[in-house]
Nanobody
Framework: QLQLVESGGGLVQPGGSLRLSCAASGLTLDDYAIGWFRQAPGKEREGVSCLSKSGGYRKYADFVKGRFTISRDKARNTVYLQMNGLKPEDTAVYYC????????????????????WGQGTQVTVSS
């Protein structure tokens, strides 16, 4: 059974940090491009970051550049999203997703097209 499970969310003060994890079962993450997305109440799901199948290409949304970092641990079959300098506007449910891609050297951060999704983890940034 293919499954992605996010964890690491929680309540953090502005300026704080969290590391989200996306653990996979039933699939090997380095066979896929992986994306992180978020959805705040009343808003559409938006792309945050992605990592290419090769692991050599990363893409970030402008609103997280310089603050968030995506990485992968092949041995643990897990992808991470390190989030620093968190702001109240980062409050959302964060999802990871996977998609098979023809070219291993790129990825995209539009939700449409991703095949496998996790259940999400809540991130709340508040004082």
């Amino acid at each position: 059974q293919l499954q992605l499970v996010e964890s690491g969310g929680g309540l953090v003060q502005p300026g704080g940090s969290l590391r989200l994890s996306c653990a996979a079962s039933g699939l090997t993450l380095d066979d896929y491009a992986i994306g992180w997305f978020r959805q705040a109440p009343g808003k559409e799901r938006e792309g945050v970051s992605c990592l290419s199948k090769s692991g050599g290409y990363r893409k970030y949304a402008d609103f997280v550049k310089g603050r968030f970092t995506i990485s992968r641990d092949k041995a643990r079959n897990t992808v991470y999203l390190q989030m620093n300098g968190l702001k109240p506007e980062d409050t959302a449910v964060y999802y990871c997703a996977a998609v098979t891609v023809q070219y291993g050297s790129t990825c995209f951060i539009t939700p449409l097209g991703y095949t496998y999704w996790g259940q999400g983890t809540q991130v709340t940034v508040s004082s």
